[in-house]
């Protein structure tokens, strides 16, 4: 049995301008997003937009500058009014909430870590970690033993009477983190919450980010324009073009099966042997002798590593201490060649 969506998003629709819902229905006509602006200045930001998001999942919304990826999380909040379209968050739409039951809802149940940080400079790390509390009125006591636990748990247990201007941007970044999980929401929204961040430090955010999600099993939406940074965080991927949905599913599925020249081109450079997973590219077990054993999750990368490049081997996959499939060598080869793009086949 399926289990309903955290969040669900049904027909959405985005259009800027002071006639939308004229310019919605030109669009719904088949107008795309150049014609609409040339021929009735109107901008279109998302276009029918269809997404389940799971409870303890990480979906990632990814694709190019004007895309229409930050619009999206920006109508789970309803920062943005939406054309048409419902937003479903437990099943109950955002857009019939009375001002006081979506200042409630923002408050409780959805938390925010920005690209820019938004820390206050005039407060300390322990009172920025605390914002969400002190809004709903907690006593001093609990905002002070709450802040104090995430931020030491994001690795900054010292510095909670610093301010924001004596800290690095990663650090600056775990506090927003912090500040995040100290709401205690059942949701949180990551909007390029790692893009203004060096490469290291970067990657030091996504490693973090997946450690507490082992843990806490949080919904994230998490936007990004980096498919590297979504293949790795992704539980469900979705890419989206001209503010429509081109593909969405399971990362490694897409990675494998692209179903547009557009996403074809955009998984091309993708460094395979180091995303794919080893679940991904196995096959039944029907074999009683191998080379050894490996992971399910291991990713190509080490597999080869594992093999010294012998294409002739083959391996048995393990789940825990479950046989679960087999790999061999030749296959694994096979699927580091990126599928050639259709433009390229024409």
């Known amino acids: 049995m399926t289990k309903d969506p955290k969040v669900r998003l049904r027909g959405l629709y985005k259009i800027f301008g002071t006639r939308d819902q004229v310019a919605l229905q030109h669009v719904k006509n088949g107008l795309g997003k150049e014609e609409l602006l040339v021929q009735h200045k109107h901008v279109l930001g998302l276009q029918d937009i269809n997404v389940d998001m799971q409870a303890g999942e990480i979906t990632v919304v990814m694709g190019l500058s004007g895309s229409g990826k930050s619009t999206l999380i920006r109508h789970l909040n309803r920062l943005i009014e939406p054309t048409a379209g419902e937003i479903l968050i437990d099943g109950i739409d955002v857009m019939n909430l009375s001002e006081s039951e979506l200042r409630e809802t923002r408050q409780t149940k959805l938390s925010m870590v920005f690209q820019k940080f938004a820390l206050l400079p005039h407060r300390t790390v322990l009172q920025n970690a605390a914002m969400s509390l002190a809004v709903r009125g907690a006593d001093e006591a609990t905002q002070k033993s709450e802040a104090l636990k995430w931020l030491e748990r994001v690795g900054l247990q010292g510095y909670e009477n610093h301010y924001p201007a004596q ?10 983190i912090a500040r995040a999980l100290t709401a205690n929401t059942d949701i949180m929204l990551m909007d390029e919450a790692f893009s203004a961040l060096d490469p290291l430090i970067r990657t030091d955010m996504q490693n973090l980010l997946l450690e507490l999600q082992d843990e806490l099993h949080k919904t994230i939406v998490f936007i990004t ?46 460094n395979r042997a180091r995303v794919l997973r080893v679940k991904t590219v196995m096959e039944p077990l029907v074999g009683d002798t191998f080379a050894g054993d490996v992971n399910v999750g291991d990713n190509l990368e080490s597999l080869i590593a594992l093999s010294e490049g012998d294409t002739t081997l083959h391996y048995r996959v393990m789940d825990g201490d479950k046989a679960v499939g087999e790999l061999h060598m030749r296959d694994l080869v096979k699927a580091l060649v990126p599928r050639l793009s259709s433009d390229a086949e024409s």
């Open 225 to 270: 324009h980096d498919l590297d940074e979504a293949l790795k965080l992704a539980d469900h991927l979705v890419i989206l073009k001209d503010g429509a949905v081109v593909q969405q599913g399971e990362p490694q599925g897409i990675l494998m099966n692209p179903c547009d020249p557009y996403i074809e081109d955009f998984v091309s450079d993708i």
């Open 167 to 176: 800290l690095s941007g990663g650090m600056q970044q775990r506090v927003g």
